[in-house]
């Protein structure tokens, strides 16, 4: 038995000692600890990274802005690169956890992301001072065609009592609130008790009608042809169509949500450099279109744009909507109290 | 009649009992990547998994860290149950009462005030503050199912052991531990499980490039779970299964 432990515990460590060591002269410009989103990178463009500069990348991942959040502000890893989403930008930056980028170093960056992407990221990132968009995109309404008559437009038909139990609502609370405050013309930022008292009312109206509130099923319920109407991310919806050809995309006319994942830099990292440098790489038109066709969400980069083959993709309005076109809103970070206010209207709509 | 209702109850049981599993195991050989459609028969998931070498890893680690965690639980907690044995009544009950708390605490307390003390203590994030932690948590459950069989012992064998000659290590070894065994092998059992699917003290301890298998399936989460996880929870389920005949099996011939 004790000969038994000693063994095991002996390979354990060799193995430990040797994963460990050996790395140096294959990488000898260090290391970069990248924290991003699971499924948001093509595998191969971090192989090529490595190879092209001697970095090597320390990946890991995380499934929600919340649990990003604790991890990189208690310093547990030290990430150099994080990709948090607008309103989680405005938070870091708020709390000063954000290192300023020194746009020299990002050519790429500069010449490559859209003006537009810049001037939209103003809204959580003032002075466009700590973050390089990476993927964007709307929040909009996915229909079936042969289920709805005439054209979808208008948040308004979530409200049709003629598709009652076959609509599907977000279960996130911006994200059902934003339908509503986008309905009345209110800013999807709203913290104003009478507006948010006001769209809980419209929601709970609305209740009887949907089927559910779910996240990830929009995308499968309404392949199946399980539902008429979902709202959804306009990155599923270019999927859910090439699955179900009868499914649409439609930006609602009142507005709405546009979602920016950023690349920042924490106050706390190992390596700016390396940071910057990996930053700067994702930026290149090549490696932002092989990532576009892993991750299907709509890059910002509109020089990778231009090298898109499909010219029904290039072209496409669900991938790339003018911007302008619409009225479109980030989500910002509302403070405590609006969160609080937030989840007590959800919590009473929920139990209604 | 009433037998009936027996067998129609049983089979409902059953049913909402191992539905999610065949629907899972379905769709693991489902070609298209959407649960809601059926694109026919294949095994490309199956060789996927094989090729993806951040599941493997993932795997690997999960086994390892299970299985090295529940180890060592269990040599701590087979130690811990034969000092709180022999406590008065008073301190017993104090230190099982200490043993619970991290049991009834919640997952993310002991999760974070983890964290917490492997920064105040400098240490580097990865395999081993990972290892720690599923120690921690792990020993309560050992001492939980060691302890009843402790208290049924009956304490004069052991003396008598030692009255025969036998040094302590020799007569635990050949009195105690054999009737306790059955207690430290369903605790082992039970840390080993327990360490497989934790979620969130991993989260918490883990540090960048180390992934378990269920820090990776939530990592998912944005972009919808991979078919290739899947096909993976397949191969679990039926070697779970499979070992679990082997098990159940082997007495019944000794009985015999």
């Given amino acids: ?352 | 009649m009433r037998n009936a209702a027996k067998k129609i109850y049983i089979t409902l049981i059953f049913i909402f009992l191992y539905a999610p599993i065949v629907t899972l195991i379905v769709l693991s050989f489902n070609a298209s990547k959407s649960r809601a459609k059926w694109g026919g028969f294949t095994l490309k998931w199956y060789q996927n998994l094989f090729k993806n070498q951040d599941i493997l890893n993932a795997l690997w680690n999960t086994l390892l860290i299970a299985f090295l965690s529940a180890f060592i639980a269990t040599v701590i907690g087979t130690i811990a149950c034969i000092a709180i044995q022999s406590m008065k009544k008073r301190n017993r009950t104090i230190l099982i009462g200490i043993t619970n708390i991290p049991m009834l605490n919640a997952e993310i307390v002991t999760g974070i005030s983890l964290m917490l003390l492997f920064i105040v203590l400098g240490m580097n994030f990865g395999f081993l503050t990972i290892l720690l932690a599923h120690i921690t948590f792990n020993i309560p459950y050992v001492i939980l199912s060691i302890m009843p069989r402790m208290k049924q012992l009956n304490p004069s064998t052991y003396e008598a052991a030692l009255d025969l000659g036998a040094s302590h290590m020799k007569a635990f070894f050949s009195v105690t531990f054999p009737d306790i065994l059955p207690g430290i092998l369903s605790g082992f059992l039970m840390a080993f499980t327990m360490s497989l699917d934790d979620f969130i003290i991993t989260h918490f301890t883990k540090g960048p490039g180390i992934d378990t298998l269920s820090t990776k399936i939530y990592t998912e989460v944005k972009k919808g779970i991979k078919p290739e996880m899947y096909a993976l929870s397949t191969l679990i389920f039926l070697t779970v299964l499979v070992l679990l005949i082997l098990v159940n099996r082997s007495p019944k011939e000794k009985d015999v």
């Fill in chain 1, 1 to 352: 038995m004790k000969k038994l432990i000693a063994l095991l515990l002996t390979c354990v460590l060799s193995a430990s000692v040797l994963t460990g060591c050996g790395n140096a002269d294959k990488y000898p410009n260090g290391k970069v600890y990248v924290y991003n989103w699971g499924e948001y990178i093509d595998p191969e463009t971090i192989e090529m990274f490595e190879k092209e500069t001697g970095i090597q990348v320390v990946y890991d991942e995380f499934d929600t802005n919340e649990t990003m959040y604790p991890k990189v502000e208690a310093g547990t890893s030290r990430y150099d690169v994080v990709c948090p989403s607008d309103y989680m930008i405005q938070k870091m930056v708020d709390n000063d956890l954000l290192a300023e980028l020194n746009w020299d170093n990002l050519p790429n960056a500069k010449a490559n992301i859209g003006e537009q992407y810049y001037e939209q990221s103003l809204a959580f990132d003032p002075g466009n001072k700590y973050s390089v968009p990476y993927c964007w995109g709307t929040v909009g309404i996915l229909y079936n065609t042969k289920m709805v008559d005439g054209p979808v437009d208008s948040w308004s038909i979530l409200w049709d009592e003629k598709y009652a139990d076959s609509i599907l609502m977000q279960d996130s609370v911006r994200d059902l609130f934003m339908v509503a405050l986008a309905s009345l013309g209110y800013s999807l930022n709203s913290t104003d008790e009478a507006e948010l008292q006001e769209a809980k009312e419209l929601l709970i109206a609305q209740k009887p009608l949907v089927q559910a509130y779910v996240i990830d099923q929009v995308r499968d319920k309404m392949i199946g042809n399980e539902a008429a109407l979902g709202v959804i991310y306009s990155g599923e919806a270019i999927y859910t169509q090439r699955e179900n050809p009868d499914l649409a995309y439609v930006i609602p006319k009142e507005g709405t949500n546009v979602w920016i994942d950023s690349w920042v830099i924490p106050k706390n990292c190992q390596n700016k450099e390396n940071a910057e440098k990996f930053i700067d790489f994702m930026c290149r038109d090549d490696i932002a279109l092989m990532n576009f066709d892993f991750i299907t969400y709509s890059t910002p980069n509109t020089a990778a744009r231009e090298l898109i083959e499909d010219e029904d993709i290039k072209n496409s309005d669900i991938a790339f909507p003018d911007l302008s076109l619409y009225k479109l809103e980030t989500y910002s970070y509302l403070g405590e109290e609006a969160d609080t206010l937030y989840n007590e209207l959800w919590k009473e709509i929920k139990s209604n």
